[in-house]
């Protein structure tokens, strides 16, 4: 039994963070990491409730959300490969080919 | 209570049927030489054909969660997992006759999609919210890939890089949701949730929940504002997987929607025969999402000049016509919605399929590229005439018939705003699909050569315009089978 509350604000500043990353920064690679940030601080917000209540659920969903991150991370690099081959940079405002 | 791993699996045979397809392709991959052959495109239209085949044989289940309460086996999943396995075979067939898939390598392919198709199963089914990630993430992950497949396109390349960009950080913003719902009620199971929020006054993190929840789905279903990947997705990917896209996932996130807000959000109110939202006041916000959807999608498809991308928005606006039938919490607004997806699932599959054959041929998906089809290729244009038309709703096509069932009940309830910003939409829509027909038939070809269309994929054409044009005038069958999957299961 711990107080979750400390936890749970490490896991809004976690996710904030990467949520800013993500409509902030230009990198590809940038982007893909602030998303990883964003699901770690579901991750601790998991567990930290899940170690309150006394129950192991939270920590499964946890690796269950670094399993799938893990495949996301996969797809999004060899995405950023073929991008590179293509363009020779990973700057997503050089993206620009599909438009209104 | 809940059934046992062990017992769950006699449930549970499309899906292994499915996976067994699937690793049936991936030994064939790895050991044919020759990666360009048909075999693993007829391998995968018998797995999904098989399997299409026990989700009908199938009774209605035991009547409770399979899997210790992971995934449900009711009427509704049943009727997604037969609309999406249809979906899947027509695309498939659509690949086949595909120009732009024909050098890539075939099995990773049908991989690709069946695992899409594994995954739209279990989340049409999906009763826990650890189930439900796992299984949008399986539609997901694949799906980058294939809206990638033209590897050596910028256009296939930026398409799938945006598609994980908007993907990746949509799920991640539903996921946090999650975990504030896990926090507040302790469970992860939806029916669960669903009780422990009823009894909660927590109304700020509850409304939290639900808005980023919405942010997964949403993007899911490609509703505005959360809409943005579709256009240059749907422009970029292979024509097959844009037309895969656009009905299957487009179907799954309908059915988690309604599942998961109809489960956790609201409670079923058995005097009235309807649901009752618990509570946020979320119907309203979802009212205004969908007159919003499908303005946006109208008034932007006017002035594009590209198919994909003018049928990608219109296929937002058609998103935004279907939500209208989930805000009304009645089972007369479910079966509007699970009918106007069989209707809308023949008529796009079918002007995409024209599409495809028309960029066989020209290499070209410019609208400009599309005059004189009618004397060009007069089957092809006739047939995408009567899809365009049915995705306007005009009589007598079958599109109407889905549109009256939706007006109907929204009427019925008294929104009539909605209803009369729906009947405008029809309105704007009529003239950028006429706007096609109009170039097929009017306007003089740039280039008189016959544009050839094979016999398969003449008769497939014919297959998909009989039911828009059968749905048109005897339509009962298929509302009664879609009135009889309204019933979710209760937790």
Redo the contacts between chains.
């Keep these: 039994m711990m107080e979750?509350a400390a936890y749970?604000l490490l896991?809004g500043i976690l996710?904030g963070i990467?949520?800013v990353g993500?409509v902030a920064r230009k990198n590809?690679l940038i982007?893909?990491m602030s998303?990883e940030i964003?699901?770690n601080?579901?991750n601790v917000?998991?567990i930290a409730?899940?170690s309150h209540?006394g129950?192991v659920?939270?920590s499964?969903?946890a690796f269950?959300?670094m399993t799938?991150a893990a495949?996301?991370a996969a797809?999004?690099l060899?995405?950023?490969i073929?991008?590179y081959r293509?363009?020779e940079t990973i700057d997503?405002t050089e993206?620009n080919?599909?438009?209104? | 209570m809940f059934l046992g791993n062990l017992e769950s699996l006699k449930y549970f045979l499309p899906e292994l049927a499915i996976t067994a397809t699937i690793l049936l392709l991936v030994a064939a991959h790895v050991a044919s030489k020759n990666r360009r052959s048909a075999a693993p495109a007829l391998l995968s239209l018998a797995g999904v054909g098989a399997s299409l085949l026990l989700v009908g044989l199938l009774p209605g289940g035991p009547g409770t969660s399979l899997f210790e309460g992971m995934v449900a086996l009711d009427g509704f999943a049943v009727f997604f997992k037969a609309l999406t396995a249809l979906a899947t075979i027509v695309v498939v067939a659509m690949s086949m006759d595909s120009a732009e898939l024909k050098d890539k390598s075939q099995a990773e392919y049908y991989i690709f999609l069946l695992s899409v198709l594994l995954g739209m199963f279990l989340l049409a089914a999906a009763t826990d919210?650890?189930m439900l990630?796992?299984s949008l993430?399986l539609v997901s992950?694949p799906s980058?890939?294939l809206a990638?497949y033209l590897?050596?396109r910028?256009?296939s390349?930026?398409?799938?890089?945006?598609y994980?960009?908007y993907g990746?950080?949509a799920s991640?913003?539903m996921?946090?949701g999650?975990?504030?719902l896990?926090?507040l009620t302790?469970?992860?199971h939806i029916g669960e949730i669903g009780r422990g929020l009823a009894l909660g006054k927590a109304t700020l993190p509850m409304f939290l929940a639900a808005a980023m929840v919405t942010v997964g789905f949403g993007y899911k279903i490609a509703a505005v504002p959360f809409h943005m990947w579709s256009?240059?997705v749907y422009?970029?990917a292979p024509t097959p997987v844009t037309a895969f896209l656009s009905v299957g996932p487009k179907a799954a996130g309908f059915a988690v929607l309604v599942r998961f807000f109809y489960t956790v959000f609201a409670t079923p109110d058995a005097a009235a025969g309807m649901w009752k939202f618990s509570s946020v006041d979320w119907p309203l916000l979802f009212a205004v999402l969908s007159a919003v959807t499908m303005t946006v999608g109208n008034l932007?498809a006017i002035?594009?000049k590209n198919v994909k991308?003018l049928l990608a928005y219109s296929s937002i606006a058609h998103a935004g016509y279907m939500l209208m039938g989930f805000v009304l919490l009645t089972p007369v607004g479910l079966r509007a919605i699970l009918f106007y997806l069989v209707v809308y699932l023949f008529m796009n599959l079918g002007a995409f399929y024209v599409v495809i054959l028309v960029a066989n041929g020209t290499r070209s998906e410019e609208i400009s590229d599309y005059s004189g089809l009618g004397s060009r290729a007069p089957f092809a244009a006739v047939a995408l005439s009567v899809f365009l038309f049915a995705l306007t709703g005009i009589p007598p096509f079958s599109g109407f018939i889905g549109k009256v069932y939706l007006f109907a009940e929204v009427i019925n309830r008294g929104v009539y705003w909605l209803a009369v910003v729906a009947a405008l939409n029809s309105v704007v829509s009529l003239y950028y699909y006429a706007r096609i027909v109009k170039v097929m038939f009017l306007e003089d070809p740039r280039e008189s050569a016959v544009l050839p269309v094979p016999a398969f994929p003449r008769a497939m054409l014919c297959l998909l315009v009989l039911p828009t044009l059968v749905l048109g005038v005897y339509w009962e069958p298929v509302i009664r089978v879609a009135a009889d999957s309204v019933k979710l299961l209760a937790f």
């Design positions: 979750p749970l896991s996710f990467g949520v993500v590809a982007i893909l998303v964003m699901l601080g579901v917000a998991f409730v899940g209540l129950d659920t939270g499964v969903f269950m959300v799938v495949a996301e797809v999004g060899a995405i950023l073929a991008i293509l363009k997503i993206l080919v599909l438009k209104w | 919210i650890v990630y796992l993430e992950i980058y890939l990638g590897k050596g910028a256009r390349t930026e398409a799938s890089m945006k994980v960009v990746a950080t991640g913003v996921i946090y999650f975990s504030l896990f926090g302790g469970t992860t256009p240059d422009e970029g932007v002035n594009q991308r």
